[in-house]
């Protein structure tokens, strides 16, 4: 099993519609890969847009909660092949060590939040698909056949897609 760490600061938004969208992709196609979010100034809660976006498109919520990183750089924490940043300021930070080393990657999205409240809804959606489609390229790579320079390759190559 891969395990994805996927980061935003609050992980309230991005990084928790990256979690939900990659572990639907991996359950619907039976691939070997579990996400996770977490960010570094947890919110407490997930925005209800994220949930909304997540549910009209038929991914399970049930779960989906707002954690710190702490959690994760814990020595029983669950192992990390991939640590994926989803807002600049999550990238530009000092992140824990990891157990394991983990590749780290950033995938730049800007936040559907800060959309105006009439457009909101639809911000959310649109960043989801975005999201949907990168993670559906990362699902299907074979992650355990791949050494970390080509598994760095391969994550640079989705970032430019």
């Given amino acids: 099993m891969s395990g994805i760490l996927i980061l935003c600061t609050h992980n309230s938004a991005r990084s928790v519609l990256a979690e939900g969208m990659l572990n639907h992709w991996a359950q619907r196609l039976g691939r070997p890969v579990q996400a ?3 960010g570094s100034a ?3 809660r997930v925005n209800p847009f994220a949930l909304q976006a997540l549910a009209q498109a038929g991914v399970d919520t049930a779960g989906l909660r707002s954690k710190s990183w702490d959690e ?3 020595a ?3 192992p990390l092949r991939v640590v994926i940043t989803v807002c600049d300021s999550a990238a ?3 992140c824990p060590l990891w157990p394991g080393s983990p590749l780290r990657m950033h995938w730049g999205y800007a936040d559907p939040s800060r959309a105006p409240e009439a457009e909101r809804a639809q911000a959310f959606e649109l960043t989801r698909q975005a999201i949907a489609y990168r993670m559906l390229q990362l699902v299907q790579l074979p992650l355990d056949q791949l050494d970390d320079a080509a598994l760095r390759a ?3 190559r989705i970032a430019a897609s």
Avoid: C
């Fill in 36 to 38: 996770y979010s977490a």
């Fill in 42 to 44: 947890p919110s407490g």
């Fill in 72 to 74: 994760f750089a814990q």
């Fill in 76 to 78: 029983d924490a669950p």
């Fill in 92 to 94: 530009g930070e000092t």
């Fill in 154 to 156: 391969e994550l640079a």
